[in-house]
């Protein structure tokens, strides 16, 4: 569990008194995000192991422009490779 954060950051060339400058227009939005999964780890040899997870990611709904709401919602996969002594 925890909160994140996203947005969008455009330039736009705009005209002034004193000439021709480049104008940021900012959008970012907050979110709480709860992401459960599981994970199977195998010992290949005594140094090495391999773990293959799942898991499935939720947050609250966003607004940004042109942005589906449930843009961050989804399921993940992964895969890891762990080296040491065990």
């Not at 979110?31 to 290949?44: I, Q, S, T, Y």
């Not at 942005?67 to 993940?76: C, I, M, S, Y």
Request: proline share 2%; charged share 20%.
């Amino acid at each position: 569990m925890g909160a994140g954060g996203c947005g969008y950051q455009t330039f736009q060339k705009r005209q002034h008194d004193e000439g021709l400058y480049w104008y940021a227009d900012d959008d970012y939005q907050a979110f709480f995000v709860v992401d459960a999964g599981v994970e199977l780890e195998f010992n290949l040899i005594r140094l090495v192991r391999l773990g293959v997870g799942a898991s499935y990611r939720y947050t609250t709904d966003i607004t940004l422009p042109e942005t589906p709401k449930d843009a961050l919602h989804g399921f993940n996969a992964g895969i890891t490779v762990k080296v040491g002594c065990f």
